[in-house]
Nanobody, 120 residues
Framework: QVQLVESGGGLVQAGGSLRLSCAAS????????MGWYRQAPGMRRELITH???????YYVDSVKGRFTISRDNAKNTVYLQLNSLNPEDTAVYYC??????????????WGRGTQVTVTS
């Protein structure tokens, strides 16, 4: 009953920018952490950034200074601004959210992913 839907992926040249969005909907009591993973072909899925409900953020070293995560709690939406993209950023980007559907139940939900392709 909870869905996460990503949007905003696409094809971009090196040095370009994209903005990803991920909206959570359904039976939501509250949302704690929200974030983004990515998975390149033949690679493991890796955590790249997350943000708490209070706005504290984490970034993996490879994206620091280039990617910015933000969220709109009123819209249950998390955003990822991707700047200075390079071909190594090519991957499927997945959002996740730690969601409580009632005061006692907390679990992680995942989006289906959005493809980001960076050409040189």
């Amino acid at each position: 009953q909870v869905q996460l839907v990503e949007s905003g992926g696409g094809l971009v040249q090196a040095g370009g920018s994209l903005r990803l969005s991920c909206a959570a909907s359904g039976s939501i009591y509250s949302i704690d952490e929200m974030g983004w993973y990515r998975q390149a072909p033949g690679m493991r899925r890796e955590l790249i950034t997350h943000i708490t409900s209070r706005g504290s953020t984490y970034y993996v070293d490879s994206v620091k200074g280039r990617f910015t995560i933000s969220r709109d709690n009123a819209k249950n939406t998390v955003y990822l601004q991707l700047n200075s993209l390079n071909p190594e950023d090519t991957a499927v980007y997945y959002c996740y959210a730690d969601i409580m559907t009632n005061p006692y139940t907390n679990r992680a939900y995942w989006g289906r992913g959005t493809q980001v392709t960076v050409t040189s």
